[in-house]
């Protein structure tokens, strides 16, 4: 085995958690047609795993916990930015 990572729910297995959000910028889109996008759960191992380049922050370590500096990772959006912003 070269790598593991953890992943929750399992991308496109139907499962995603979605969660709605608005854009500042952008006019309030009307009662449900707000945009949204798929919640995951994941460890630092499942960017590296997957050969997800992390373009800001900092991945997952084994020393994070409830007393840890917060951890503010982001993984390549361009495509949800594309489809979302005119």
Do not use: W
Not at 24 to 44: F, Y
Not at 53 to 71: I, M, N, Q, S, Y
């Amino acid at each position: 085995m070269e790598d593991a990572g953890i992943v929750s729910p399992l991308p496109f297995s139907g499962n995603d958690q979605g969660r709605t959000f608005t854009i500042v910028s952008q006019p309030a889109p009307r009662e449900g047609m707000e945009p949204s996008a798929s919640l995951l759960t994941t460890d630092g191992g499942y960017f590296r795993t997957m050969r997800i380049p992390l373009k800001h922050g900092r991945l997952f370590e084994a020393r994070d916990g409830a007393d840890a500096k917060p951890v503010a990772g982001r993984a390549d959006q361009r495509h949800l930015c594309q489809k979302i912003l005119p």
